[in-house]
Nanobody, 115 residues
Framework: QVQLVESGGGLVQPGGSLRLSCAAS????????MRWYRQVPGKERELVAR????????NYADSVKGRFTISRDNAKNTVYLQMNSLTPEDTAVYYC????????WGQGTEVTVSS
């Protein structure tokens, strides 16, 4: 079955960096686009970044453009989200996603940006 396992979240000070990882299994990773979303309690889940199957195309929400970088390693079935210059507004639970006729989600990893 499809499994997405996020890791790398934690507490970081404003201006700091974190790197999230999402290990995927149970499907053909290298032919699928992958996405990172985030959600704050009481708000809708927000698309943060998307990467094409080969990694040649990436897209970002305006709120993270220039600060976040999505990448993937198809040999390791893993997608990453490098987050720099973090602000308190980036505090959220971050989810890995793949769409294959339906959405599949990981359990999420919590990111807290606070001094």
């Amino acid at each position: 079955q499809v499994q997405l396992v996020e890791s790398g979240g934690g507490l970081v000070q404003p201006g700091g960096s974190l790197r999230l990882s999402c290990a995927a299994s149970g499907f053909t990773f290298y032919i699928n686009s992958m996405r990172w979303y985030r959600q704050v309690p009481g708000k809708e889940r927000e698309l943060v970044a998307r990467i094409s199957p080969t990694g040649s195309t990436t897209n970002y929400a305006d709120s993270v453009k220039g600060r976040f970088t999505i990448s993937r390693d198809n040999a390791k079935n893993t997608v990453y989200l490098q987050m720099n210059s973090l602000t308190p507004e980036d505090t959220a639970v971050y989810y890995c996603n793949v769409y294959m006729g339906q959405d599949y989600w990981g359990q999420g990893t919590e990111v807290t940006v606070s001094s």
